[in-house]
């Protein structure tokens, strides 16, 4: 079992910048685990944004402002966003796979941090 605990959401400004860690516990060693971060807004589906294993993806409307990179002495992952802009605002999910293949599907993922909201104002 893999507890997940994100940290480092708040609000700022359109334009703004904030990181989000992603701290994991328990399981198998953390490197070899498939990272995946998503989002969710009010009354919308939960986003797929960026994933790690070895590789990285990222969904076309993060690409180019988020990076995700992740500390597996530190069994941390992170997500970096630039350029925040309204539309970002929802909460934001770390997820673990317990496979060394990302996916961008939700449903692929096997455990889940609780969120952290992000709210960026115009």
């Not at 939960?46 to 590789?55: I, V």
């Not at 993806?57 to 500390?71: E, L, M, N, Q």
Request: aromatic share 12%.
């Amino acid at each position: 079992q893999v507890q997940l605990v994100e940290s480092g959401g708040g609000l700022v400004q359109a334009g703004g910048s904030l990181r989000l860690s992603c701290a994991a516990s328990g399981g198998r060693t953390f490197s070899s685990y498939a990272m995946g971060w998503f989002r969710q807004a009010p009354t919308k589906e939960r986003e797929f944004l960026a994933a790690s294993a070895g590789s990285t993806r990222y969904a076309d409307s993060v690409k180019g402002r988020f990076t995700i990179s992740r500390d597996n002495a530190k069994n941390t992952v992170y997500l970096q966003m630039n350029s925040l802009k309204p539309e970002d605002t929802a909460v934001y999910y770390c997820a673990a796979r317990g496979t060394l293949l990302y996916s961008t599907r939700a449903r692929d993922y096997d455990y889940w941090g609780q969120g952290t909201q992000v709210t960026v104002s115009s």
